[in-house]
């Protein structure tokens, strides 16, 4: 009945960028902050609970459960600074995190356009 | 929330950098003001950033303030000039013109900064968008 109900792709692919979307946000926090004295960087841990959450072989229903109700959490980085007044934001390391960021983005958007381009084919019968 | 909350954390950057960067203008302009509306000469003004928490503890950065220099002022010796002191000193604003073109290298690095933040997301929600196309 519900086809993307019982697709684990899908889900899965819908739930790393939302975890994208998440770290995308963190570092936007991080470079707004890269004057602000006392700013600890923030950043998102979302690989790991997601490999976590599939690591034993489950039915398809509870891996389903899994990958919904996963949750990501935006964690601060230890008393780690690069300035004198105790600014914990690398410029840097910021612009590469974005970059990393945006490139997985553009391919989970990429993977799950496939993945939609399937069903429409599916849909017409196999035609085009 | 998502994309668009990281649009608006850039958003706050950018707003909080200016800030700086017109704050370190008028220091610059009043680099020799030796009177000021109350006839005081002009100090060197300050923004002080602070992170700002929202959903999520993500809300960007806000100016919290814009404080005085209370450092010394320089104090030049001018008989003649109608600021003078008993003394014939005249006291100047405690601006380095140096030390304010540093911190506009600075502050338009970090604005610079925020726009890619602000690029970056503003992509990401277009191609999202565009999955929805048929």
Request: glycine share 6%; hydrophobic share 45%; aromatic share 6%.
């Amino acid at each position: 009945m519900d086809i993307l109900a019982k697709d684990i792709t899908f889900s899965l692919l819908a739930k790393s960028l939302e975890g994208l979307a998440l770290r995308q946000q963190a570092v936007a926090q991080n470079l707004a902050n890269v004057n602000t004295p006392g700013y600890r960087r923030k950043d998102v841990l979302f690989e790991d609970v997601l490999q976590a959450a599939l690591a034993e072989p489950k039915s398809r229903e509870e891996t389903m459960r899994t990958i919904q109700s996963t949750r990501f959490e935006v964690v601060q980085e230890s008393a780690l600074y690069f300035r004198n007044d105790r600014g914990g934001v690398d410029l840097d390391r910021e612009a590469a995190e974005l970059a990393k960021t945006t490139l997985r983005i553009n391919a989970v958007l990429n993977l799950l356009g496939k993945r939609i381009a399937l069903y429409k084919q599916a849909m017409n019968e196999g035609g085009v | 929330m998502g994309l668009l909350g990281t649009l608006n954390i850039a958003a706050s950057g950018m707003t909080a950098e200016r800030m700086w960067m017109d704050t370190i203008s008028s220091n610059i302009a009043n680099a020799n003001t030796t009177s000021t509306a109350d006839g005081t000469p002009f100090r060197r003004q300050l923004v002080v950033l602070a992170e700002r928490a929202g959903a999520g503890g993500m809300g960007g950065v806000h100016v919290s303030g814009v404080v005085d220099d209370m450092s010394e002022l320089r104090r030049v010796y001018e008989p003649s000039h109608p600021d003078a002191d008993a003394d014939g000193y005249v006291a100047y604003p405690n601006v380095n013109v140096v030390t304010e073109m540093v911190d506009l290298i600075a502050a338009s690095r970090a604005y610079e900064a925020n726009v890619t933040a602000f690029e970056a997301a503003k992509a990401a929600y277009m191609r999202t968008l565009s999955l929805l196309q048929v």
